[in-house]
């Protein structure tokens, strides 16, 4: 059995980051450690999969990644999929057992916060396909909903009220936002 080196997990974040699985399966191969975070860190997977390089993810998994690793934020793969609107990544890690309510990190934030944030609608209606919880609120009491409304993600945002999510009290989210969304409800 190979030693696992630190020393080719900067390699392997460099080739998460571009997507070279080739390059990635080489410096496995010759032991380069799976879990190690880069210096801001991100594990191999969560970089791989911000990315969009799902040939990428699928080979680290394969090779034993943990679908769960964190990055020092405590957010998952799926977080950083669901964050890049990344549909094809966020589709194979929900196939693999990727939890989709996960909350477990210092923001309280799941997946489905993650997209609607960032307006990721196809992604937000995957994930709410997969049983993702339609108004989790992440640790200032937000919920996705009113994450997209305030980025005006207004089609991430008509998938969310479609699916049952409502508007935030405007002593919550103010006034703006509170009126806006009332209106497209």
Known sequence: MLAVSSAL??????????????????????????AHPDEAGEPALLIASLAGHREVVALLLERGSNIEIRNKGGLTALHAAAYGGNIDVVELL???GAP????????????????????????VTLLLANK???????????????QAGW????????V????????QKADLV????YTECTKRK
């Open 160 to 167: 969310l009220m479609k699916a049952g999510a409502e508007c």
């Open 9 to 34: 997990a900067g390699p392997l974040h460099d080739a998460a980051k571009t997507g070279d699985a080739a390059a990635a399966r080489q410096l496995l191969d010759q032991g380069a450690g799976i």
């Open 151 to 158: 980025r005006e993600h207004w089609d991430a945002a008509a």
């Open 100 to 123: 989709v309510n996960d909350e477990k990190n210092f923001y309280r934030m799941t997946p489905l916060h993650a997209a609607a944030e960032e307006g990721h609608a196809e992604v």
């Open 174 to 177: 103010g006034q703006w936002l």
């Open 94 to 96: 929900v196939a693999k």
């Open 132 to 146: 993702a919880e339609v108004e989790p609120k992440e640790r200032n009491g937000y919920t996705p909903l009113t």
